[in-house]
C-alpha cells in the first residue's frame, strides 16, 4: 500500500517550510518515502507530493507518524495538506466484498 500526501502553500512561505522540513522528526524504517517532488504554479502557490509505502500491517501506525511529521508545518501561513492512502487493486476488491 501506499499513502501519499499532498501539501500546498504561497511561495512567501517556501523558507519557513524549508527551514522546518530539515528539522522535521525522522521517520520509522518501515515507511519508504519517495519525495518531496516540488511543483509551482501562479495561480496554485507551491505544491509537494510525497509517497510513503509500507505494508498493509503497520497501516495505523504508518498514518500516525505521517501526520506527526506534518503537524511541524503548523502555523505556516497558508500550509495545507491531505494524507491519502491507496491501496493495491486486489486490497480494494476485499474491501468491496469481491
Keep these: 500500500m501506499v499513502i501519499i500526501t499532498n501539501v500546498t502553500y504561497p511561495p512567501e512561505s517556501t523558507k519557513e517550510i524549508a527551514k522546518r ?3 522535521a522528526p525522522t521517520l520509522p524504517d518501515f ?3 519517495k519525495g518531496p517532488y516540488i511543483s509551482s504554479s501562479m495561480t496554485g ?3 509537494s507530493i510525497t509517497f ?3 505494508n498493509d ?3 495505523a501506525e504508518g498514518i500516525k507518524a505521517i501526520q506527526d511529521s506534518m503537524t511541524i508545518y ?3 501561513p497558508g500550509y495545507k495538506y491531505d494524507l491519502k492512502p491507496y491501496f ?3 486490497e480494494g476488491l476485499d474491501i ?3
Design 21 to 23: 522540513y530539515l528539522k
Design 31 to 33: 515507511l519508504i518515502k
Design 45 to 47: 502557490g507551491m505544491n
Design 52 to 54: 510513503y509505502e509500507l
Design 57 to 59: 500491517d503497520r497501516f
Design 74 to 76: 503548523f502555523g505556516v
Design 88 to 90: 493495491e487493486l486486489e
Design 96 to 98: 468491496l466484498g469481491l
